[in-house]
């Protein structure tokens, strides 16, 4: 006899719906599986055949073959156990097979028959419902996290004998239920560091600003304790709240990672990823033989923050490269490729000099030629990624201990933001794209319209500068954020200067 479920396996991190067949016949008695299937999904076969023993079903001495297809999707995960043991139990005529119908399921089985926590659900879930499917049954664990998505009933579960009980009679069984909005602005009330716990730098708190309005690259330089840190930590707290379809593909790699508390339904706040400067290649941007996320993707739609820019080692910074133009990473290895989103914001952070005071030449005795070495380890096409570069200074005793000097929170800053993304969603709403800094030069083209002098002061800033094509669109980017914090439909020559300021520091200090 042949039983069939339905289950799915991850690719990237979208799920992709796996039939599971189960077939019982005359001869030796065996268990084989097929379709693909990595070293933890064979071993399924000791976990499903002890689980349904222990469940109280008899397992015949019959040949047992199970095939999970497509057969040119690598089966990775520990979700199969559930699907198969179903699968098995139809073919032996304990479940009628039409009760299975409509019915999409996960889970880790344990040797009593318990179901374990599975990574992946929200992507399971997700294309279990954009397939046509109604339910889906997943461990008990899991059953926030999958009801996230609308529009599917989903069941968590603690056993096989909850599954099977479940199938007899579903209307005994309550879906779960996940409040997303509430979930948002619940999130949206907590944060735990503000920017008016920094003193002075009001530059920086501009450029920061901007930079937070137009999902803009920023590079922060100075010497030791000025803040860099500081202001890095807190870009967080004044970026735009998350949208539901963001916090949705946040989920989703945070939960192919394991990373997902079981407490947590959905990631409400943006990332903020502050790997360490010993990070390796892989782990910036993920792979392995199984391939899994790197920082890189798990900072999408949040910030990657790189503290102490020189110090990581230059081959790693280089592989970034790629992905910061393309939001996203395709790794290919000899069993197929997957693809990552990888739309961050890169946030870096340095001293200008291996002692970190040039040029106070009161602290710093570094030789020019000992500060080129120390920037030089960051190299050009690198920095032309990098939309706004900002001096922060020593703080001054005054600024330090001046009271009335800590300035806004984070709110009324926030505030700012959230208009000027506004004003750019409502201007790119037939576009895929959310924020100025993700224009292609088509769109702008399109969207950056420079009048006469706007052009000239380009065209001089180009030349003197030396710039490259690509630091001469992030300018205009830029510019474009500034006049929408502006509230200014035109750019205008003032937000063009602003604009080329933030680059020419970093040419001033890489000469
Ligand atoms: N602008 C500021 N306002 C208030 N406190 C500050 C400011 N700048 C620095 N500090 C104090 O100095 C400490 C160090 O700051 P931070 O870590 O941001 O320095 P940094 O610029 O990153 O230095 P480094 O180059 O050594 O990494 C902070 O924890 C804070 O106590
Ligand atoms: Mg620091």
């Known amino acids: 006899m042949l039983g069939i479920v339905y289950s799915g396996a991850i690719s990237g991190i979208d799920g992709m719906a796996v039939r599971v067949e189960a077939d019982i016949s005359d001869g030796l008695p065996q268990f084989d599986m097929v379709g693909f299937l990595a070293s933890e999904v064979r071993e399924a076969r000791e976990r499903v055949r002890t689980a349904i023993k222990n469940t109280g079903f008899q397992l015949l001495p019959k040949r047992y073959t199970i095939n999970l297809s497509p057969a040119d999707l690598r089966k990775e995960g520990n979700g199969f156990d559930l699907p198969i043991a179903v699968a098995v139990l139809v073919a032996s005529g304990v479940i009628p097979q039409e009760l299975t119908e409509g019915c999409m399921m996960f889970g880790e089985l344990g040797l009593d028959g318990t179901l374990r926590p599975i990574n992946g659900t929200l992507s399971l879930v997700t294309e279990a419902k954009e397939i046509g499917f109604q339910r889906c049954i997943v461990p ?100 735009p709240r998350l949208t539901l379809s963001e916090a949705l593909e946040i989920t989703k790699i945070y939960s192919i990672c394991g990373l997902l508390p079981r407490e947590k339904a959905l990631v409400c706040e943006r990332p903020f990823r502050s790997p360490h400067h010993t990070i390796s290649m892989q782990a910036l941007t993920g792979g392995g033989r199984t391939p899994k996320p790197g920082e890189i993707s798990l900072a999408n739609r949040g910030v990657l923050f790189l503290d102490e820019l ?12 790629q992905p910061l133009e393309e939001h996203k990473i395709i790794l290919s290895r000899v069993r197929g490729s997957c693809q990552y989103p990888a739309n961050c914001q890169l946030v870096a952070a340095m001293n200008p000099c291996s002692c970190g005071y040039y040029p106070d030449r009161a602290r710093c005795s570094c030789s020019l030629a000992d500060v080129n070495r120390y920037l030089g380890r960051i190299s050009q096409p690198l920095l032309d ?102 509230d200014s439909e035109t750019i205008r020559e003032q937000h063009i200067c602003e604009a080329i300021g933030y680059r020419s520091f970093d040419r001033e200090v890489w000469r």
């Open 140 to 239: 008990r664990d899991n059953e926030l996290e999958g009801s996230v998505v609308e529009g599917i009933d989903v069941y968590g579960l603690e056993s096989l004998r909850a599954v099977v009980d479940f199938l007899a009679g579903p209307d005994r069984f309550c879906p779960g239920v996940t409040d997303v909005t509430t979930l948002l602005q619940e999130a949206a009330a907590r944060s735990t560091e503000d920017f008016s716990d920094i003193n002075g730098q009001l530059a920086a708190k501009r450029a920061t600003e901007i930079a937070a309005a137009g999902f803009h690259n920023i590079l922060y330089i100075g010497p030791p304790g000025s803040g860099k840190s500081m202001l890095a930590r807190r870009l967080p707290s004044i970026l």
């Open 385 to 486: 990624r990098l939309d706004i570069c900002i001096e922060v200074p020593r703080l001054e005793y005054s600024d330090l201990t001046g009271t009335g000097q800590c300035g806004e929170s984070s709110e009324d800053i926030r505030m700012r933001v959230e208009e000027a993304v506004k004003r750019q969603q409502a201007r790119y709403n037939s576009e895929k794209i959310l924020f100025n800094s993700q224009l292609s030069p088509m769109q702008i083209k399109k969207y950056c319209r420079l009048g006469k002098n706007q052009q000239e002061l380009l065209r001089q800033a180009f030349q003197n500068m030396n710039l490259s094509a690509r630091a001469y669109h992030r300018i205009i980017k830029v510019s474009r954020t500034i006049a929408d914090l502006g």
């Open 310 to 321: 020189p110090e990581f080692n230059k081959a790693t910074l280089e592989v970034l490269r």
